[in-house]
């Protein structure tokens, strides 16, 4: 786990913060995001939402606190006033590309109620502390957990939730999410970070430690999902090296299973799962109907920089077969590093995955980011390969931040094409054609039908779950994306950083974009003591 740090700058809360009040606080926690299609989009029921909302309203007292959840990612960028008049505190949290709508709420919220408590974390903050300072009342760069301190901090310890403080962990608050959030899944943690250290990863950033729960926690948020028909688990690798846990946890699955608690489940996992027929027996017996690998390139030599070995041990398509053959559906994201590779060469990459029926078709496809402060993000700022002018906000993996080997107009295009693979529709429908042919006697229909059903989503012309956030939005103006570029420096900010309801004039330079680079392609002033090499805090 994280130190525990708290930055108490409380230059809105005031002295006030430290007084007791038996009255219910309002708690609005939301889940930050921007999208990168740059629209007012929102993402109903993904497969994979963020959770952090849910695991943070845990660590308050469901008797003395009015909680309510918020999800940009599920339900398109907040702007309802009220809603953001509404809480004594305001926790925020989001991945790197949501920094800047952690300002932007905060902005909001303080100009309806200059009294709000503003609470982030998350891994932007954890990249961009001692800069986070600035705009936050309170800068977590801990887990969850910290939450408490923050609670007790804040309105006192009466307010931290009980059972929290008897058992060490909170049962996440699954009955304030809304539909849109989860649809029929439910999602639960069993371990926390990765025991693996990829170049480009956030866990390797953030130096943290791979951890098993107490299978008893696991067993707590299970039952508090109540029965649902699949359970997907959302640690950031369902894997481990501890034999003992692994088969404790696949006899737990088989005993709530046996109970009715679900029926089946799905989760991610790392390559070196595959190298254990018997985990993947184990699977299959308890339920599993599907698993995710970040195989990320079939490109042995990009494993390689990526610090990905384990990736490299078997071969990846005989790993994919496995699985699938087991009744497993193998998902698996590619990433494409352009500063590093050609664009034929990745050219050639996607006709080698579409020509090959023995794999399913990877479920997204994304230029790699240099994801602040991991060794892959020093590498760049050292090799001077971030491009000048570059965004936080621009690091969501569509669009261009590093200087590529061909012309930008090149990679340009071809970024544009990545996320509905364009150009390539009639080779992914043959590709369903020989994969149905190749697997048809030797999968179950379920996994045969998500197996397709991936690669039409791939390329269909709008991601299925994928929804307009407000009627009529495109016919607005202001909302409608201007002339992208997919190229870092010369995307104009989008309609996110245009406010929506008055602002306060202190709050107005919220809405300026965090840079990440100057114009020389240096890291910016703001940012150098978080980020530079010699002054990190938390990474080296
Ligand atoms: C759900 C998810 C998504 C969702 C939504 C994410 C969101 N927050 O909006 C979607 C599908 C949109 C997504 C997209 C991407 N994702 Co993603 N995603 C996840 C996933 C699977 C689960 C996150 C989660 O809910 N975890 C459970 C909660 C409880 O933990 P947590 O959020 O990690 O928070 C921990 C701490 O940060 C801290 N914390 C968080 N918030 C707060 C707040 C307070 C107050 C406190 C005290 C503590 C705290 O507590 C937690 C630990 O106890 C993680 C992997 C994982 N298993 O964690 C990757 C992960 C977050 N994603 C990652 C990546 C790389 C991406 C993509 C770039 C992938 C790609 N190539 O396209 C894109 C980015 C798109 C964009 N526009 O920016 C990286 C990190 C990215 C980053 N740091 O910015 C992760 C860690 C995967 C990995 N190992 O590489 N992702
Ligand atoms: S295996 Fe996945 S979670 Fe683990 S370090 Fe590598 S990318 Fe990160």
Not at 4 to 9: D, E, H, K, P, T
Not at 43 to 61: C, D, E, I, N, R
Request: hydrophobic fraction near 40%; glycine fraction near 4%.
């Amino acid at each position: 786990m994280q130190g525990i740090l708290l930055a108490a700058n409380k230059i809105h809360s005031g002295n006030n913060s430290r007084k007791v009040f038996m009255n219910k606080k309002r708690i609005l926690i939301v889940n930050c995001f921007s999208n990168e299609w740059r629209i007012p989009f929102f993402q109903s029921g993904s497969f994979s939402p963020a959770m952090a909302p849910t695991f943070l309203a845990g660590l308050f007292s469901p008797d003395l606190c009015d909680i309510r959840l918020y999800n940009e990612q599920s339900s398109g960028p907040l702007r309802d006033e009220e809603l953001l008049a509404w809480p004594d505190m305001l926790v925020l949290t989001g991945l790197n590309t949501a920094f800047d709508r952690m300002l932007h709420l905060t902005a909001y919220a303080r100009t309806q109620n200059s009294k709000v408590i503003v609470v982030a974390g998350g891994s932007a903050i954890r990249a961009l502390f001692h800069y986070a300072q600035a705009y936050f009342d309170y800068c977590c760069d801990g887990d969850i957990e910290q939450m408490q301190y923050v609670i007790e901090d804040a309105f006192g310890k009466q307010y931290v939730s009980e059972q929290f403080l008897r058992d060490g962990w909170a049962i996440p608050r699954y009955d304030l999410l809304s539909g849109n959030w989860t649809k029929n899944f439910g999602y639960v943690e069993s371990s926390r970070n990765c025991y693996h250290r990829c170049s480009f990863c956030t866990t390797t950033a953030e130096k943290t430690r791979y951890r098993s729960y107490d299978l008893e926690y696991l067993k707590q948020q299970i039952l508090a999902l109540g029965k649902k028909k699949a359970l997907i688990f959302i640690d950031n690798n369902f894997s481990s090296f501890d034999k003992q846990f692994i088969s404790d946890r696949f006899a737990l699955l088989k005993e709530l299973r046996q109970h009715g608690y679900f029926t089946r489940w799905a989760a991610s996992v790392s390559a070196d799962f595959f190298l254990n027929d018997e985990n993947i027996s184990q699977a299959r017996e308890t339920g599993c109907m599907a698993l995710f690998t970040g195989l990320e390139t079939f490109d042995r030599q990009s494993l390689i920089n990526f610090n990905k070995h384990q990736n490299t041990i078997q071969s990846q398509v005989e790993m994919i077969r496995k699985c699938l053959t087991a009744g497993i559906m193998f998902y698996y994201g590619i990433v494409f590093d352009i500063a590093n590779r050609a664009v034929a060469n990745l050219h050639d990459e996607i006709d080698y995955i579409v020509d090959t029926p023995a794999i399913t078709l990877p479920c997204y496809m994304t230029l790699a980011i240099p994801i602040l402060g991991t060794p892959f993000f020093q590498e760049c700022l050292e090799k001077h390969l971030i491009l000048p002018n570059v965004k936080i906000r621009d690091l969501d993996a569509f669009t261009i931040t590093l200087k590529p080997q061909d012309p930008h107009s090149e990679v340009a295009a071809f970024a544009k094409n990545l996320s509905r693979l364009g150009g390539y529709r009639g080779r992914v429908i043959n590709h369903a054609r020989y994969f149905f042919a190749e697997y048809r006697k030797e999968i179950p229909p379920r996994t045969m039908m998500m197996a397709l059903y991936n690669s039409w989503q791939l390329c269909a012309p709008w991601p299925a779950a994928i929804r307009l956030s407000e009627a009529g939005s495109l016919a607005n103006k202001n909302l409608r994306p201007g002339k992208r570029t997919f190229i870092g420096p010369t995307e104009a900010p989008d309609y996110l950083y245009t406010p929506t309801m008055p602002i306060d004039p202190r709050y107005r330079h919220y809405f300026n974009p965090t840079m990440l680079t100057d114009s020389e392609g240096n890291l910016s002033e703001a940012l150098r003591q978080d980020l530079s090499p010699t002054n990190r805090r938390l990474y080296t």
